[in-house]
C-alpha cells in the first residue's frame, strides 16, 4: 500500500511567547552547557541521546508509578480490564479532569511529541559531524528512527490520523496539520526497512537490535495490510538468534514448585543471556544509581491487584478480617487497582477443549501461578476467622465494589517485590519485556490468518501452547478473535493491547468485514464489539450480571457506582483516544483534528495524505 510522498510540515506542541528587549536584558549566565550545538560534536554526544530514548521508554511505557506508566492504560477498557476510575467513557475528552485522570491520554499525546523530538534531533543532526565509520553512523542513525517509529505507531493506534513531525524544531511554529494514519505508516515503514539493515544483530540490555527492528516492521507491515511482508519480516527474527523458552531458568529454576512460566516472568530473569526469548526489554534495578532507576518502580501490584487488605472486608464480628502488613501484605501487595480484571482474564479465557480454568493444563493458568479468591484467608491475627477463608458475606460498604476488592490475581506476571525495606509494596523496580518472541509468533500467526494460511497460523500459535502445555488447536480453531485470546493469554501487562485492538479495527473496515467501513468507524467497529462480548462490567455484555468468580450474583453495568455516580459504559468511538484539546487550541494558524465522537471534531479538516518526506539515509 505504497504512496506518493508529497507535502512537508513539522509540528511540535505548545507555543511560545516572543518577548522584545534590550540586548542586555535579563543577560543568561547559563549554569552549564549541555546543548545541542555542542552535544552533537562527536559520536559520544549521539550515543548519549540513544541511552537517553531508552531511558525514556522505559520510565513512559512501565515505570513511574501509578498513573503515569502509559502501558496501564492499554489494558482500560479491554476484555480483560476496565479502569475503575475511568468506567463511563461518556466523560472522556480532550480536557484533563479529576475524574478521567491519566485514562483519557491526553498528556500522553503531548509527551509522545517529546520524544519524537528526542529522536529528530539525531535524525536532523546525523550528518552535522564527519563520521569515520560510516557504519557507526547507520547504526545511531538506525535507533534514532526505530525509536521514531515506535512512538508514530503508538500514536496512530491510540489517535489514529495526527501530525508528522520529521526534523527537529528550532522555532515557534502554530500551522500544523494533521496526517493520514496512512501517510505516517508509509513513511515510518520506509524508516525501518532501512533501519533493520543497520540495526545490530546484539546490542547491550535496553538497547534496540536488528531483532527488535525486524518485530517493529512486522507490526507496521500487519497495520499497513501488507501480509506477506509483516509474515516474512517475523519470519526474520523467528529464525535469528533466538527460541521460546521450554526448559526451567535463572532465578528459583531450583524451586520445584514452580514452572518455565513463572521463571519467563521473573523480572531478574528477562535480560539474562540464558533468556533466549528475549527480544528487547527495559532495564530497571533497584541498585542502580539515583537517575538510572525510576524511584518508584512498576507498580504492578497497586495497580492490578485487588485492596483485598481494604477495611471494608470485616470478619464475622464485624471486626477487621485483613489487614495491610504481614506476610500475605509484603507478597501480595498493597493493590488498589487501576485496573481492575475481567472474569474473561481470569476464567472464561481458559476454558475449551473439554477444560476449565479450574483444571486446565495450561501452566499460564497454574494454580502456583495464580492467586485465587477461594486461596485468600484473613490475615489479621486479632480476628476470629484468621486464617479462615474470605467471604463476601462479612464484606461491608456497596457490594458491587466487592469486584474491585477481590478477585483473581495472575501472580507469576504481576508479582514484583520490594527490595526497599522501607517502601509500601506496590511493585518494586524490575526489568520489563517491550518485545518478546512469543508476540512475534502472534503476529505472524495473524498475517496467516489475512493471508488465509490458517493451517501455518495454527502452528504457530501451537509453539506458544505447547510451550504452556496447553491443548493444541487446528486450522478450524483459527480466527481473528483465537488469536487475540491467545494474546490476553500470553501478553497480559506486556503488550499494548488496546493499540493492536486499534489497529486491526483498521483492518478490517478497510476490507469490509463484517459490514465495518472507513467512513463509520467511529460508529461500528470490531474493538467495540469484541470488547463488550468479553467484559461482563459493561451492560451490552450478554452475562453482566452474574459472575462465578466468588460464586455470586453481582449487580453490573448501571447497578455500579464506584465513583460520583459514575456508571461503566463504552462507545465505538472510544476505540481511539481524544486528542488533547491544548494541543489542538494552540496551534493558531492550522488545524490538528480531534477524532470522531468527541467535541471538538466538527472543527476538523481533511487530513493530508501524503508526506515529501526528506530521507536522512
Known amino acids: 500500500m505504497k ?24 543577560e543568561p549566565e547559563p549554569k552549564s552547557f549541555f546543548a ?32 503515569s506508566a502509559l502501558m496501564i492504560g492499554q489494558w482500560d477498557a479491554t476484555e480483560a480490564g476496565i479502569g475503575i476510575w475511568a468506567m463511563d467513557k461518556d466523560h472522556l475528552n480532550g480536557s484533563p479532569s479529576t475524574y478521567v485522570g491519566f485514562y483519557e491520554q491526553a498528556s500522553m499525546i503531548n509527551d509522545v511529541y517529546t520524544y519524537i523530538k528526542d529522536a529528530n534531533v539525531v535524525i536532523s543532526r546525523i550528518d552535522d559531524i564527519e563520521w569515520d565509520d560510516q557504519q557507526h553512523r547507520n547504526e545511531i542513525l538506525a535507533e534514532a528512527l526505530w525509536h521514531r517509529a515506535y ?42 526497512e532501512f533501519a533493520v539493515q543497520h540495526l545490530p544483530e546484539e546490542a547491550v540490555p535496553g538497547a534496540v537490535t536488528r531483532g527488535a527492528g525486524y518485530h517493529l516492521l512486522a507490526k507496521i507491515y500487519l497495520a499497513n495490510m501488507e501480509f506477506e511482508n509483516a509474515r516474512d519480516a517475523a519470519t526474520e527474527v523467528i529464525n535469528g538468534p533466538y527460541a521460546l523458552m521450554t526448559e526451567r531458568f535463572g532465578q528459583d529454576a531450583d524451586d520445584p514448585k514452580r514452572n518455565v512460566i513463572w521463571d519467563l516472568h521473573r523480572p531478574m530473569n528477562k535480560n539474562i543471556p540464558a533468556n533466549t526469548e528475549t527480544i528487547l526489554a527495559i532495564v530497571d534495578r533497584y541498585e542502580a544509581p539515583v537517575g538510572a532507576r525510576d524511584s518508584r518502580g512498576l507498580f504492578t501490584m497497586r495497580t492490578f491487584h485487588p485492596d483485598w487488605w481494604h477495611s471494608r472486608h470485616r470478619d464475622s464480628e464485624g471486626n477487621a478480617g485483613m489487614v495491610d502488613e504481614g506476610p500475605m501484605y509484603d507478597t501480595l501487595g498493597r493493590g488498589n487497582p487501576d485496573i481492575a480484571l475481567t472474569e474473561f482474564l481470569q476464567y472464561h479465557a481458559w476454558e475449551g477443549q473439554g477444560y476449565t480454568w479450574k483444571d486446565t493444563p495450561d501452566l499460564r493458568r497454574a494454580d502456583i501461578n495464580w492467586v485465587d479468591v477461594d486461596e485468600m484467608r484473613y490475615n489479621n491475627p486479632e480476628s476470629v476467622d484468621y486464617g479462615e477463608p474470605w467471604t463476601l458475606e462479612y464484606t461491608t460498604g456497596d457490594p458491587a465494589r466487592a469486584i474491585t476488592s477481590m478477585y483473581a ?65 487446528t486450522a478450524g480453531d483459527v480466527t481473528i478473535d483465537y488469536i487475540f485470546d491467545e494474546r490476553v493469554r500470553e501478553l497480559f501487562a506486556e503488550g499494548m493491547h488496546q493499540n493492536e485492538l486499534a489497529r486491526v479495527s483498521f483492518t478490517m473496515a478497510e476490507l469490509g468485514v463484517n ?21 461482563f462490567y459493561y451492560p ?28 461503566p459504559h463504552i462507545n465505538p468511538h472510544n476505540f481511539l483516544w481524544p486528542v488533547a484539546d491544548n494541543m489542538i487550541e494552540s496551534n493558531t ?3 490538528v483534528n480531534q477524532n470522531l465522537g468527541y467535541p471538538g471534531a466538527e472543527n476538523n479538516e481533511p487530513p493530508l495524505e501524503t508526506i515529501k518526506y526528506e530521507s536522512p539515509y
Open 409 to 473: 490475581m495472575p501472580f507469576y506476571k504481576t508479582y514484583v517485590p520490594e527490595e526497599s525495606t522501607d517502601a509500601r509494596p506496590y511493585g518494586g523496580n524490575g526489568d520489563w519485556y517491550l518485545f518478546r518472541l512469543a508476540e512475534t509468533y502472534l503476529i505472524r500467526a495473524e498475517a496467516n490468518y489475512w493471508l488465509d494460511n490458517l493451517q501455518a497460523a495454527a502452528d504457530d500459535i501451537n509453539a506458544i501452547r505447547a510451550r504452556a502445555n496447553a491443548p493444541l488447536i
Open 151 to 192: 512512538w508514530y505507531n503508538r500514536l496512530v493506534h491510540s489517535y489514529g490520523d495526527v501530525p508528522f513531525v520529521q526534523e527537529e524544531i528550532k522555532e515557534a511554529k502554530l500551522d500544523f496539520k494533521t496526517h493520514s494514519r496512512w501517510a505516517i505508516l508509509d513513511v515510518i515503514q520506509q524508516d525501518m
Open 589 to 591: 494558524l492550522g488545524t
Open 540 to 567: 451490552e455484555h450478554p452475562k453482566s450480571g452474574t459472575s462465578i468468580s466468588i460464586g455470586i450474583p453481582y449487580p453490573i453495568g448501571d447497578q455500579i457506582e464506584i465513583v460520583g455516580g459514575i456508571h
Open 3 to 26: 504512496r506518493i510522498i508529497k507535502h512537508v510540515f513539522i509540528f511540535t506542541v505548545g507555543c511560545f511567547a516572543v518577548i522584545s528587549c534590550s540586548d542586555n536584558f535579563l
Open 36 to 67: 545541542p550545538e555542542n552535544t552533537y560534536v562527536n559520536a559520544e554526544g549521539f550515543e548519549a541521546q540513544l541511552v537517553t530514548m531508552r531511558k525514556t521508554l522505559a520510565d513512559a511505557e512501565f515505570t513511574g508509578g501509578r498513573g
Open 515 to 535: 459490514g465495518y467501513s472507513p467512513e463509520s468507524l467511529h460508529q461500528d467497529n470490531w474493538w467495540y464489539d469484541r470488547v463488550i462480548s468479553r467484559n
